[in-house]
Each structure stands twice: as C-alpha cells, then as structure tokens.
C-alpha cells in the first residue's frame, strides 16, 4: 500500500527575499522538496533606513504573496507556516503590515524573534549534517548571516555552550554606515571596526573553547561558495577553505560594488552581500582552529518543514533541541553565579510534582519545559538584589534570548519565575495583567508548583531526595523521603501550599517518611 504523504509549505518573509519551499512529509517523516521559489524584496532596506515599511513595498510584498499562495493551491496544499524576521520584526508598522498581508493574501504570518530564528534554522542544518554528534564533541561555532543581524551558537563537548544575536547583518551593516561609505576611500575597514565593536566581549569566549569545525549560513553565503571553488570536488562538498576565503577578502576589498558584480557575473544586490558577509565570516573563521567553513546551504525554511516533522511524529530530534536549551539556560546561570546544585535539585522536584499531577493540572509538554527553564533560573535574580531578587529575576529573563522561545513565552517563563517566592501573582500587577487569560492560568499553575518544588529546598542543603503524590478528589498527599530535619522546609511548604491550593482547587497534605 502506498504511503500517505502530505504536502505542505514553508514561508519565509525576509529583509532581502520572500522565498517558499513545497514539499511532501512521509508517514515515517521523510521530506521530498518539490519546488522552491524565491523572489527579491525591499522590506529590510526600508526597515533598516527608515524605521518602517513604505506603502509600495508592503503592496510589492504581497503581489508576491499571492503568486506564492496560487501555487500552493495548485500543489494542494493544506498545511503551510509563514514566518519573518528582523525585516517586519523591527518595523515601527509592522502590525499593519502583517495585517494587509493577511487581508490582500489570506497568509497569517508569524513574527518570530532571533531565538526563535535560531532554533529553526539549528534544525535544518540537524538534518543535513553528517557526524552531527563528533562535531559536537569536537566544538562547532555556528555563524549565521541574516539581512538584519548575525546569530552565532557555540557547541562543545557535545553540548550548546551559548548562543547570541547582534544587529549587524549583511543589508544592516550597508544602511546603518551609509552616511560613512559616501566620504572614504576605505569602507570595508569601517564595516569592519563597526562588527569589531560589536563581538569583541565574546571573541575571547570564543578562543578559549578551542572550536575545531565552522558551520556558515545565510546572508551571500552561497555566492561566496561558488566564487570560491574552481574545484567541483570542494563545491559539491560544500567547503569554503580559509585560504580561499582570504584570497577573494584580498580581491573585493579593493573593488566597488559594480566591480564586484561584473567579475563575478553577480546582479547589484548579490554584490552588495559579498563584501560585508566576507568580513564576518573571516572574523569570526580568524577566532576559531576551524581550517574551512562548512556551507550546508539550508536557511530558515527549511528548519520550519523540519519543526513540522518534530511536532507531527515527535522525533528523537526533538528531545535533543530541548536538552539544547536547557544547557543553554544552565549558561545563563552560571552567568549570573546561581547555585547549580540547587537550581538542578528544584528543577528534579518541580519535574517530579507535574509529572505526577499531569491529570490534575492539565498542561502539556511544552508548559513542562517553561517550568524546567523557570525553575533553572528562578533565582539568578540574587546576582543583583538579594532583597526582591525575584523581581529582578523576572527583568532577567525578560532580556534573555533563549533559543526556541517567543516573546511571549519568554514573558511566560519570567513571570513563573518572579512567583516562585512569597508574592504571588495579582491582578494589578502590569506583568500579569497585561497576559491573557489563558496564560495566566498556565502561569498561576506552573508558578505554584514552583513554589512547592523550591520550598522542599529552602535551606539549599537537598534534604528531601524525592517526593511522591497521591490524590482522591478533594485532596493531594506529598509524601517526601527525608535524611534529615525538614522543619523549615515543610513551614514554608505550607505556607506556599496556601496559593498552591487556591489554584488547583484542592487541600495539600504532607507527610514524610525517613529521617
């Protein structure tokens, strides 16, 4: 019997390019791509000039749209996701924007942010890459070129160490020092003190991870592969070698955009790429042992079919991008010197009362891993302020740009965290309020089993090595295995029991068994 197939699409709206991918997903969760499409668009050039996004290119954009969801319909396609980035993303009119693409189009488009990029694009690279766990092992510095901003991870020992974004892309960084390209002769070393003054904090990181392997991606990424290989063996291997790299730096450095795009049978807008994405690649090449950039040539797109793959058959990939951020989000602690032997014995506690009551609270995986990232970092607040630390906590992880997490889950997480203590969440409270009612409960809930989970750990000294739940239909009984005196600990249980219960809506008890 054949098998069933769907065919679906991925939409990417970018600063430099709207492009769209169609392809079938097997049952066993294979993907075949049928078509790719891509044409060019300004929205990034607006964006990054001038704030916002003008009338003709919002109209251009959703011309190309529309051809976009006539093939779709003629391919048959009933599941498709539609995103963009720093181009929308940073646009003073980008809810309207969004808006007469779905009225014009019927596209609904998602505005991810840089973590969120980051986490797709991880994905598409996670299912081309061969030897993925050695180079892993090995340490691979991930360096990926957008129009508007460069996101850069960093793997060692098998493990994410960290990852970050800064806003210089390889369309930004043009528009951004135009004002400076029409008064000197010497514009790419202007480009290059400005992306020096950006990455110089993290360079030194960087060198001392002793990174072997160097994966590239995105912004002219592309052309400067094929300039750079004569060799059809290295093209087809998807290797830029240092060297070459170097040489064509050597040669375009000294040449106008017009040159560029005469030597290299490239149009203007393909030229304008090369020589700032030449430079950010060979800086960030220059502070690694990596000896060539491996070029998978897999973007945005790509990693969207791929999350589609992970939802719909729940792939062993998945796990491995959840072990990801959580080692990411142990990074950010360390950052902010928390207590690990805590945060971890929080983390196993708070894990162990919503497994067992995950009939009770009714929250799915996804909610499970806001609480794991919450209970990790419910603390890091003390680096500031040990008086109202969870307050600080909250801004904390507010500013963080956790991979894999919206904004709006990101405002979720925080908010889990700030309630981790004796305040509890109230209706005047702005960080609370201005949620909708669904993720206020999913707050309310996920906040109170923090509460419990860190209250069996007040002392910081793990005394209780488990807990175990029973319920009947009006009360939950903890019963907790001890190996010392827990009087603190099960006051502040009860005391934080009491927001607990108002919540769940049912009597907490506890009892230990022990010491």
């Known amino acids: 019997m054949k098998n069933k197939v769907r065919t679906v699409s991925a939409i990417d709206v970018g600063s430099f390019n709207i492009r769209m991918v169609v392809a079938e997903i097997s049952e066993k969760g294979e993907i075949r791509i049928l078509e790719e499409l891509r044409q060019h668009t300004n929205i990034g050039k607006d964006t990054f000039a001038d704030g916002k996004v003008s009338v003709d290119t919002i109209h251009e954009a959703c011309n190309i749209l529309k051809k976009f969801a006539r093939v779709m319909k003629e391919y048959g396609v009933k599941h498709y996701r539609a995103v963009t980035t720093s181009g929308i993303r940073e646009a003073n009119n980008k809810v309207y924007i969004i808006e007469q693409i779905r009225m014009r189009t019927g596209l609904n488009i998602d505005i991810i942010n840089s973590s969120e990029e980051r986490f797709l694009t991880f994905k598409a690279i996670r299912s081309t890459l061969q030897d993925v766990k050695k180079v892993r092992e090995e340490g691979v510095l991930i360096v990926n070129i957008g129009s508007g901003g460069v996101e850069f991870s960093a793997f060692k020992g098998g493990n994410l160490r960290f990852t970050s974004y800064i806003k210089v892309g390889s369309l930004r960084l043009r528009e951004v020092l135009s004002d400076l390209e029409r008064v000197t002769l010497d514009f790419p070393m202007i480009m290059e003190g400005f992306i020096v003054s950006k990455t110089y904090l993290i360079e030194s990181v960087i060198r001392d991870m002793d990174i072997k392997n160097f994966i590239g991606l995105g912004g002219g990424l592309g052309y400067i592969l094929n300039i750079c290989n004569s060799d059809k063996t290295k093209l087809e291997q998807k290797i830029i070698d240092k060297e070459a790299l170097d040489k064509l730096y050597s040669d375009i450095v000294k040449k106008s955009i017009d040159q560029i795009a005469h030597n290299y049978k490239l149009d203007y807008l393909e030229a304008q790429t090369v020589l700032p994405a030449s430079i950010i690649f060979r800086r960030f090449l220059n502070i690694t042992h990596a000896d060539h950039?491996?070029?998978?040539?897999?973007?945005?797109?790509?990693?969207?079919?791929?999350?589609?793959?992970?939802?719909?058959?729940?792939?062993?990939?998945?796990?491995?991008?959840?072990?990801?951020?959580?080692?990411?989000?142990?990074?950010?602690?360390?950052?902010?010197?928390?207590?690990?032997?805590?945060?971890?014995?929080?983390?196993?506690?708070?894990?162990?009362?919503?497994?067992?009551?995950?009939?009770?609270?009714?929250?799915?995986?996804?909610?499970?891993?806001?609480?794991?990232?919450?209970?990790?970092?419910?603390?890091?607040?003390?680096?500031?302020?040990?008086?109202?630390?969870?307050?600080?906590?909250?801004?904390?992880?507010?500013?963080?740009?956790?991979?894999?997490?919206?904004?709006?889950?990101?405002?979720?997480?925080?908010?889990?965290?700030?309630?981790?203590?004796?305040?509890?969440?109230?209706?005047?409270?702005?960080?609370?309020n201005s949620l909708d009612y669904a993720d206020q409960i999913k707050i309310s809930k996920l906040s109170a089993i923090l509460k419990l989970a860190d209250a069996l750990d007040i002392t910081h000294m793990q005394k209780i090595k488990d807990v175990e739940i029973s319920y009947n239909k009006n009360e939950i009984f903890f019963t907790i295995s001890v190996n010392d005196d827990i009087l603190l600990e099960k006051w502040v249980f009860m005391k934080n029991a009491v927001f607990f219960e108002e919540v769940i809506g049912m009597k907490v008890l506890i009892k230990h068994k022990g010491w």
Do not use: C
């Open 293 to 432: 950039i491996y070029a998978p040539m897999v973007s945005l797109r790509h990693g969207v079919l791929s999350e589609m793959v992970d939802e719909w058959f729940d792939t062993p990939r998945k796990k491995d991008f959840f072990n990801d951020i959580i080692n990411s989000v142990k990074f950010i602690g360390k950052k902010y010197d928390y207590d690990e032997v805590h945060a971890n014995h929080v983390l196993f506690l708070a894990m162990r009362i919503f497994d067992q009551l995950s009939k009770i609270h009714k929250l799915g995986a996804r909610e499970r891993l806001y609480l794991q990232v919450a209970s990790l970092l419910h603390d890091v607040g003390k680096f500031i302020n040990l008086d109202e630390h969870n307050v600080y906590t909250y801004h904390i992880i507010k500013a963080q740009n956790i991979m894999g997490f919206s904004n709006r889950e990101l405002d979720i997480i925080a908010n889990i965290a700030r309630y981790h203590d004796e305040e509890d969440p109230e209706s005047f409270h702005e960080n609370y």
